[in-house]
């Protein structure tokens, strides 16, 4: 694969979103990783600046289908802004994400008695 040609899950994700084939924000925004995935899975980037512009022209292949889409964009950011290293493979490791725990557990477990959710939800992001 040379340098900057997309990755053919790119090519195929590219097209399916294009085409409507592949559908709904979370549908359209997994694609997308996935084939981010894929492009750098099989990148023969020798510097770790050669393999940020492989999987950067890859997420623009990918944003050109559906530029107005809202989940494609944050899909791509999301990982595109956890490429970190000194080393094409670091680079490829994904660093993790912050902590949700706090997030998690205020939005799924609402309170049955007390202060209201909007309440709780207030108290919980000071």
Do not use: K
Request: hydrophobic share 35%; proline share 10%.
């Amino acid at each position: 694969m040379d340098t900057h040609d997309p990755h053919p899950a790119v090519v195929r994700v590219a097209d399916d979103i294009a085409s409507m084939e592949t559908r709904g924000a979370a549908t359209i925004a997994e694609a997308a990783a996935e084939a981010l995935r894929a492009q750098a899975e099989d990148s023969d980037a020798e510097t770790p600046a050669a393999f940020r512009e492989d999987l950067r022209a890859a997420a623009r292949h990918l944003l050109d289908t559906r530029p107005t889409a809202v989940s494609l964009p944050n899909a791509l950011r999301y990982v595109l802004q956890r490429m970190d290293g000194d080393s094409v493979p670091a680079c490829g490791r994904p660093r993790r994400p912050p902590p949700r725990s706090s997030v998690r557990d205020w939005t799924t477990h609402r309170p049955t008695s007390g202060p209201s959710a909007r309440t709780a939800c207030r108290t919980a992001t000071r």
